[in-house]
């Protein structure tokens, strides 16, 4: 579903954001990618989602090369970026009517699944609401929302649990599994360790630009937790 086969990227002050990283994500995975600030998770993502150019090396998204052919990788993923930076002047409504109109959406399942989705994250008492007047969390959940609409093939999520409520919170990790039992795929960057142990079947570590650690979840934290695992790899 997803493949990082050798990805660099290198900015144009010479920085570094990413250094031969190399990551598989299939069906079926939930997979989480953590590093502390700066590691370069969101760079790798805004690579991945297109946002970024590639320096060296590929992404493919569904043996697709996003280098060669972006717009057909992005057909298949939604995006929800780590600070959802989304247009004020709409109501909810009209942005999620906005994005089922870019992914052609017909009209029933569209209204079938912003009702069922804004139902159970209580934010469909608000979709007639300008997007202005929203809080943090409640545009975190509208975000979410647009991705789960258009039926992608794979989630690509930066920090997705941020500003989400512990009921919000409980109902998108169930989404998440639903999702990937009907063969879809899920990767995603996150500083809550204990909900990436606990959801997630597959991690990686980066640092400074490179993968430390990959594998199952069971591979990666046999010698312990997910946070004790990854704060000693900090201290190597």
Do not use: W
Not at 208 to 230: A, H, P, R, W
């Amino acid at each position: 579903m997803l493949e990082l086969i050798n990805f660099c990227k290198t900015y144009p002050n010479g920085k570094v954001g990413a250094k031969n990283v190399n990551l598989k994500v299939e069906a079926g995975d939930i997979f989480a990618f953590i590093g502390h600030n700066g590691a370069g998770k969101t760079t790798t993502i805004k690579s991945i989602v297109g946002i970024n150019d590639i320096t060296s090396g590929d992404i493919f998204v569904g043996g697709i090369s996003v280098k060669e052919n972006p717009m057909e990788c992005k057909k298949m993923i939604a995006y929800v970026p780590d600070n959802p930076d989304i247009y004020s002047t709409l109501t909810g409504a009209q942005y999620l009517n906005l994005i089922s109109d870019i992914f052609k959406v017909d009209k029933e399942t569209r209204e079938k699944l912003i009702t069922k989705y804004a139902t159970d994250l209580e934010l469909f008492d608000n979709l007639n609401d300008l997007i202005a007047n929203y809080s943090h969390g409640m545009k975190q959940k509208l975000v979410l929302i647009s991705a789960f609409i258009h039926s992608p093939k794979l989630f690509i999520l930066d920090e997705p649990f941020v500003g989400l409520d512990p009921k919000a919170t409980f109902v998108v990790k169930n989404a998440f599994k639903e999702f990937v039992a009907n063969g879809g795929a899920i990767f995603f960057s996150t500083h809550v360790l204990d909900v990436a142990e606990k959801l997630c079947n597959k991690v990686a570590i980066i640092k400074n630009g490179e993968i430390i650690k990959s594998g199952t979840m069971d591979e990666v934290k046999k010698d312990g937790s997910l946070e004790k695992v990854f704060l000693e790899s900090e201290n190597e």
